[in-house]
């Protein structure tokens, strides 16, 4: 069992990164925001775009990593999936709190993000309070060695 290891992590977040600026820009767009007036910055769109933003972001990440692909996009283009302890796909309330617990990990200085090259099964904070795992390989195929758990 090969873990992802924090550079491809990076890596596989910049490519869902450019994916979700891209849908961004589109709801920029969708909801009348003025991309190039700078006073526009407190209008009443940006709060839709925000929120709508903020939508779009959690059932990207969830649902993406809770679904048969096991991965986003940009994990899947670096061949990683995520899994719960044990290799199995993880539901999508784990995978949501995965998400939510991201959200800590940021907070503490990004501590919870660079656990990940310090650990022995490549986790971040938000993987251990999830108990998942990212790991090398296709979905449906990773099997955790059981010795590892006991």
Known sequence: MEYGGFWIRVGAYLVDLVILVIIAFVVAL????????????????????DFINLIVGIAYFAGFESSSWQATPGKRALGLIVTDSSGARISFLRALGRYL???????ILLIGYIMVAFTERKQGLHDFLASTLVVKGQPGTAGVDPGVFS
């Open 30 to 49: 969708a909801t009348g925001q003025d991309l190039f007036d700078a006073s526009a910055a407190a209008s009443a769109s940006y709060g839709v775009a």
């Open 101 to 107: 617990a991201k959200i800590l990990s940021g907070l």
